[in-house]
């Protein structure tokens, strides 16, 4: 037993000197189910080994595998990122109609409104511009925008992967959404269909627009509606309407620094116009220039150039006076063609050479006596015989106010209205010759003074009206009648509502200086009340007539005869009336008014050719110093009409009308009892020489109104007292209040 116990055979493992067995019997550490814990001294000596001569090899297959793993992940990440994106963009696709469906949106109609000889006074609509072929608006736009914008838009296919990839690693690293990375195509997707929410349904949406628009439009066509349609401030859309609002000039004619300008107000309109801050516009235009110069599009040289060019300051609104005439067409335009459905042409009236010289003469006064004399603003209408407006300011500055005082704000005439008061009288059997006493009188509680309280005693109608005495047209007003004032006055083209009180002989009710300035033109075309109009014809921008002004019939409102005696009476205003600073060399006549404290200051006049008026006052109501109608408004009533008449044939006013012989004047109207004085020669006529004077005859006694008649002394103090139906004392009313009217409001006044 010992012997087969000595000689049992053990198993070892390797490296044991009993490790083999004769069989080949042998059990390694791989064999075990469970490991040793020990490793025999050879294993650790050749793991030693290795480590020392491969430690570098397997520190550099671990960064490999390390970018190996990386990359696989980033790998699974981008199909499962593909995957979550492909079904965002269907989601939200599918909310969308069918792509079948889908169509460029018209533009805004614009409407351009063109003076009589066809230039542009303004443009109205949504877009404030026409639009413009992209072959047609100077090549320094659309290259400034693809540099500053999208430099790649010729070779992207709507979406720029470079260019969105550089706006999220920006946005990432900034902590903020700063840049969009949005394309043109993009950005005119937006414009076009979408709202400008940043959400992420609008930005999927824009995008499949744009593939749509890269898929349905050439490049050219897509640049050319960008153009026309992207907003750039203070209330332009398009290049056009931009280049008006800033230049003053077409999109055609835009210099390298305009344009860059414009390209640079796409990033912020609002905040970088020029309009609001032209250092910001101007440094922003730099950038663009400084990227056109990049990408190659300006040498050098044309950069220097550029940036050497003055900042541009625009107006904080569209300015000049022509777009009074503008606003006013806008509202009268629905009433002739509807809604407005596509662009349109309105050909107007008006002649912007006199639309400009107006306004620069209204201004210039205004610069150089509105301080000294408290004046802030000034009107000019002027009408030719057919009804047409040929010129009109509503007011100092149309930037800095948009109220047209010209057709909204209603004045006191003051005695502008007063030929109303005469063609009455005369309508009613008087002449020019008729002999009315100017001195002071009462009507009721109100006593007209006139102007500087001076009186000039016998005077004939002529040179009452040539003089603007207050006494006589009121006596006129007792004589005829209120009413009948009213009637002539409403008949020649006052709209506005008329109170017939006595104080209406010295223009006490308000109108516009437009309607007061229509209402002349009977005067001046020989007694025909014509419709005034701005407008002439409107058309398709394919010529297709929607309305045309045929001129039709104008009625007679006014017999010639009247016609005549008042344009010889009138006549007098200019020659040795209120108004000889509005004198020139073409026959003319008209009227000047001044109501109470000077705060409103008128002159209306007219020759054959052209009926104008002038009005100076203020906003509030506040009275300037010692402003009259002969003053201010017949400086720039001259100023205009000079210059409208140069060139043109001159022509007599229309009437004839001959002064009756002094021996019969009257006779009709002052009793034979009663002695007169020799009436003072017609307004403009010198007597003869040679004609010896006329036979005294009855002289209408001098009266002073009370609440029975009329009892005025007499000259050299003789009295009558002849007794006259009148009205109760009060006939004159009170004065009528200035009514409250929204640019009381507006101005606090």
Same mark, same amino acid.
């Given at each position: ?47 030693? #080994? ?100 999208? =430099? ?49 349904? =609008?930005? /999927? ?33 398009? /290049? ?68 050497? *060019? ?34 349109i042409v309105v050909d107007t009236t008006v002649d912007l050479t006199l639309q400009k010289l107006a306004e620069q003469s209204i ?23 057919? !009804? #047409? /407006? ?75 009206? *040539? ?39 010295? !223009? ?16 001046? @075309? ?29 009625? =007679? ?28 060399? &073409?026959?003319? #006549? ?8 000077? =705060? ?8 054959? @050719? ?18 009259? !109608? !002969? ?5 720039? &009533?001259?100023?205009?009409? /000079? ?13 004839? &009308?001959?002064?009756?012989? #002094? ?17 003072? *020669? ?68």
């Amino acid at each position: 037993m010992a012997n087969r116990r000595d000689s049992r055979i053990e198993p070892s493992f390797e490296g044991s000197p009993r490790a083999k067995s004769p069989a080949g019997l042998s059990v390694s550490e791989e064999d075990r189910v469970v490991p040793g814990n020990r490793k025999s001294s050879a294993k650790r000596k050749s793991s030693k #080994a290795r480590s020392s001569r491969g430690g570098r090899g397997r520190s550099r297959r671990g960064l490999f595998g390390v970018l190996g793993r990386l990359f696989y992940w980033c790998f699974v990440l981008a199909i499962w990122g593909g995957i979550a994106t492909a079904g965002i963009v269907v989601y939200y696709g599918a909310k969308m109609p069918a792509a079948t469906t889908w169509a460029i949106p018209d533009r805004a109609p614009n409407i351009k409104i063109v003076s009589v000889d066809g230039k542009l006074l303004a443009n109205r609509g949504m877009s404030g511009g026409e639009a413009v072929g992209l072959h047609e608006m100077s090549p320094y736009i659309p290259e400034a925008v693809i540099a500053i914008e999208d =430099r790649r838009f010729y070779s992207h296919f709507g979406i720029d992967p470079i260019g969105l990839s550089r706006a999220m690693v920006t946005n990432v690293l900034g902590g903020r959404f700063s840049q969009g990375g949005s394309t043109l195509t993009q950005q005119l997707a937006k414009n076009l269909f979408l709202t400008p929410d940043r959400t992420l349904e =609008r930005k /999927v949406q824009e995008v499949l627009l744009a593939l749509w628009l890269e898929h349905k439009h050439t490049k050219d066509q897509i640049l050319e509606m960008y153009l026309n349609r992207v907003y750039f401030g203070s209330g332009a859309y398009g /290049v056009e309407a931009a280049s008006r609002r800033y230049f003053g000039k077409s999109a055609r004619d835009v210099t390298l620094s305009e344009a860059a300008l414009l390209a640079g107000l796409l990033k912020a309109p609002s905040r970088l116009s020029p309009a609001r801050d032209p250092k910001a516009a101007e440094e922003r235009a730099q950038l663009v220039l400084a990227a056109m110069r990049d990408e190659g599009k300006i040498s050098a040289k044309e950069q220097t150039m550029a940036m050497s *060019a003055p900042a541009t300051r625009a107006p904080s609104y569209w300015t000049g006076s022509e777009n009074y005439v503008a606003d006013t067409i806008m509202e009268e335009l629905p009433d002739l063609i509807g809604d407005v459905r596509g662009d349109i042409v309105v050909d107007t009236t008006v002649d912007l050479t006199l639309q400009k010289l107006a306004e620069q003469s209204i201004r210039r006064l205004i610069d150089e006596s509105g301080k000294k004399l408290n004046v802030s603003q000034g009107v000019l209408v002027s009408i030719d015989n057919s !009804g #047409a /407006v040929r010129a009109m300011v509503g007011g100092y500055d149309y930037s800095t106010s948009q109220f047209d005082r010209a057709s909204e704000a209603r004045r006191q005439p003051g005695s502008a209205f007063k030929p109303f008061v005469y063609m009455a009288a005369l309508e009613a059997g008087r002449t020019p010759d008729s002999v009315r006493n100017d001195a002071p009188i009462k009507i009721g509680k109100w006593t007209p003074d006139n102007y500087g309280g001076k009186y000039f005693g016998k005077v004939t109608l002529a040179t009452a009206l *040539a003089k603007s005495l207050n006494s006589v047209a009121a006596q006129l007003t007792m004589e005829v009648g209120p009413d009948a004032v009213v009637e002539a006055a409403h008949r020649m083209g006052i709209q506005s509502d008329l109170i017939a009180n006595t104080s209406i002989a010295l !223009g006490t009710s308000e109108v516009t200086p437009l309607e007061l300035t229509s209402a002349y033109v009977p005067f001046a @075309n020989g007694g025909y009340k014509p419709d005034i109009h701005f407008i002439r014809r409107v058309t398709t921008t394919e010529g297709k007539v929607l309305y045309d002004n045929n001129g039709g019939s104008a009625p =007679r409102v006014v017999k010639a005869e009247i016609v005549g005696m008042m344009n010889s009476m009138m006549t007098g205003t200019v020659e040795i009336g209120t108004a000889k600073k509005a004198a020139f060399a &073409w026959p003319s #006549a008209g009227k000047t008014g001044t109501s109470q404290n000077s =705060r409103d200051a008128w002159f209306v006049g007219y020759t054959a @050719n052209l009926t104008t008026g002038v009005w100076f006052g203020n906003d509030d109501g506040s009275p300037m110093k010692k402003v009259t !109608g !002969g003053a201010l408004p017949a400086q720039a &009533w001259h100023e205009f009409m /000079v210059a409208a008449h140069e060139g043109v044939p001159v022509r007599p006013l229309p009437g004839t &009308w001959k002064s009756t012989p #002094a021996d019969t004047i009257v006779q009709d109207e002052i009793p034979s009892d009663t002695p007169a004085p020799v009436p003072a *020669a017609s307004v403009g006529r010198s007597a003869p020489p040679s004609k010896p004077p006329a036979p005294a005859r009855a002289a209408r006694a001098a009266e002073t109104v009370d609440a029975e008649g009329f009892d005025m002394p007499g000259d050299g103090g003789a009295t009558a007292s002849i007794k006259h139906p009148v009205p109760p004392g009060n006939v004159g009313g009170p004065v009528k209040k200035r009514q409250t009217s929204i640019l009381d409001i507006l101005t606090g006044g």
